[in-house]
């Protein structure tokens, strides 16, 4: 394996870096919030999308869009209701002596955030592209492939639903 990094090393490790800033600068509440509403967001989408679907018809009449738009406005609505909590909660936490707790805190999670975000964007790469050569020479992605066979092994239900939503792209992407 080449040790010299490709662009997709950049770019994940870009992401990594910004979100551990971004996680020191929220501080804890707020990415614990963050990561807890993706997490919940995608299970709940997941295991709900299909129950919205008929209430959506009217609006989104693709057949292949709709289920694709049911998961994506139950994701955002768990978003805006975690984001609403952390607000709440940070205004009644805010105490001057834990900032620096709460900031280093807040930057784990921030990384831990990173590293899931990257996790997904290699798991769609190698479901579309499997044998891309960027893929084959990275740097980084046999450290994240640890974490996503970890979730893989774990949360079996979750790649059953990304390989269903894969086929209903248009074009069938699986």
């Known amino acids: 394996m080449d040790t010299q990094l490709n662009l997709l090393d950049i770019g994940l490790l870009i992401i990594l870096i910004f979100t551990g800033i971004r996680g020191f600068t929220r501080g804890f509440i707020d990415e614990i919030a963050g990561f807890a509403g993706i997490i919940i967001g995608i299970y709940l989408s ?23 738009t049911a998961w994506g406005v139950i994701f955002v609505v768990v978003i805006i209701i975690t984001a609403i ?6 205004k009644l936490f805010q105490l001057t002596s834990t900032m620096l707790i709460n900031q280093m805190l807040g930057f784990a999670i921030g990384m831990a955030k990173g590293i899931f975000v990257c996790a997904i964007i290699l798991g769609i790469l190698k479901t ?3 044998d891309a050569p960027f893929l084959q020479n990275s740097v980084v992605t046999p450290y994240l492939d640890v974490f996503i066979n970890f979730v893989k092994q774990h949360l079996p239900d979750l790649e059953k639903t990304q390989e ?5 792209l248009p074009g069938g992407l699986s």
Do not use: C, D
Request: aromatic share 10%; hydrophobic share 40%; no cysteine.
């Open 85 to 90: 909590v952390a607000n709440s909660l940070r």
């Open 46 to 68: 997941s295991q709900f999308y299909p129950s919205l679907i008929p209430h959506i018809s009217g609006f989104v009449t693709s057949p292949t869009w709709q289920p694709i």
């Open 164 to 168: 269903e939503l894969m086929k209903k």
């Open 128 to 130: 579309v592209l499997p």
